[in-house]
């Protein structure tokens, strides 16, 4: 993880393993949700071991909001843990996606 010095405004890039109950509780929805509303762009996706990833871009603060809900979830989740590691920043999304 790269050490970042917090600039108002900066982009930045997190991607983000989530474990516990978040597959079957509309975890991904909520997230692309919760991430649009925020500004961000991206994709969130579940993994076959039970998990779900996400990769956010946008502003640090956005990023910060977004990964503290997070710690969260929706109602019916149960989070044990989110793993959270920043990247550089690509700019390559147009918006917030689920994939499949």
């Given at each position: 993880?790269?050490?970042?010095?917090v600039?108002?405004?900066?982009?930045?890039?997190a991607r983000i393993l989530?474990?516990?109950?978040?597959q079957?509780?509309?975890?991904?929805?909520?997230?692309?949700?919760v991430?649009?509303?925020?500004?961000l762009?991206g994709w969130?996706r579940?993994l076959?071991?039970?998990?779900v990833?996400?990769?956010?871009?946008?502003?640090?603060?956005?990023?910060?909001?977004?990964?503290?809900?997070?710690?969260t979830?929706?109602?019916?989740?149960?989070?044990q843990?989110?793993?959270?590691?920043?990247?550089?920043?690509?700019?390559?999304f147009?918006?917030?996606?689920i994939?499949?």
């Open positions: 993880m790269r050490n970042r010095s600039v108002p405004g900066i982009k930045v890039r989530v474990s516990g109950k978040v079957g509780v509309y975890y991904r929805q909520t997230t692309k949700e991430a649009s509303r925020n500004g762009k969130v579940n076959a071991d039970g998990r990833e996400a990769v956010f871009e946008g502003d640090k603060e956005s990023i910060d909001r977004t990964i503290e809900w997070c710690r979830g929706p109602p019916n989740a149960r989070v843990a989110v793993d959270v590691s920043f990247e550089d920043y690509s700019g390559e147009s918006d917030f996606r994939s499949y």
